[in-house]
């Protein structure tokens, strides 16, 4: 079983377009995020959700959404997709926040035309 | 909030040669320092860590040191091989609510 799953592994779409990356974990954990790792390799924290606690990295646009049914899911949510935001996404959970081992996701390569 | 630093960008050694990569913070709050490596398509995996009380710590071929006071740590990698060739990011946190803040990342290259 894979810890901590991710759907579609690559998705190209069109500017303007929305749409939705999954993820899932079967660890019991807390604390889910999503990262952005640009084409330069830098991981960059967009999310951290813990039981029902939201914490945005205020650098993020607000056409990036996160949405939690529950603890073991975190999906993200874009709309009107730019080109800028082609990049690799990685979902990942800790057991709690801040000095727990993280487990990432196997990500997803959004590519926008 | 945490910046953390890394050096060098690019690491290129060969076979059997040592390879230590710079990691500098700034939050004098953080205490818990991560490194993971990511192969080239794949996901950033854990692959040691050490936390404040602790100066150094030792798995193998490699290792990582910790200086509170100058707020800088490093990884340590001895013997080096062809399957140590990856991107490495160091990465700090407190022990709050803080998520991992990640340095940009050294892509080790170790040729034959």
């Known amino acids: 079983d894979t810890a901590v799953s991710q759907t579609p592994k690559y998705l190209v779409t069109q500017m303007g377009n929305d749409k939705s990356i999954k993820c899932e974990q079967n660890?019991?954990?807390?604390?889910m995020y999503w990262y952005k790792q640009d084409s330069k390799k830098f991981l960059k924290i967009m999310f951290s959700?813990?039981?029902?606690?939201?914490?945005i990295n205020e650098t993020v646009p607000n056409r990036f959404s996160p949405k939690s049914p529950d603890k073991a899911h975190l999906n993200l949510h874009i709309n009107s997709l730019e080109l800028g935001d082609s990049a690799v996404y990685f979902c990942a959970s800790s057991q709690r926040r801040g000095t727990s081992i993280y487990t990432f996701g196997s990500g997803t390569r959004l590519t926008v035309v | 909030g945490e910046n953390v630093e890394q050096h060098p960008s690019t690491l290129s050694v060969q076979e059997g040669d040592s390879a230590v990569i710079k990691c500098t913070y700034s939050?004098?709050?953080?205490?818990?320092f991560p490194w993971y490596k990511q192969e080239l398509g794949k996901r950033p995996q854990l692959i040691i860590d050490i936390r404040s009380n602790v100066g150094e710590k030792k798995d193998q071929r490699i290792a990582v040191t910790l200086n509170k006071t100058a707020k800088h740590f490093s990884l340590h990698i001895t013997e080096t091989q062809p399957e140590d060739s990856a991107v490495y990011f160091c990465a700090a946190s407190d022990s709050g609510y803080s998520t991992l803040t990640f340095g940009k990342g050294t892509m080790l290259l170790v040729s034959p």
């Open positions: 660890l019991g954990h807390d604390t």
């Open positions: 959700y813990n039981n029902k606690e939201l914490i």
């Open positions: 939050d004098s709050a953080s205490n818990y």
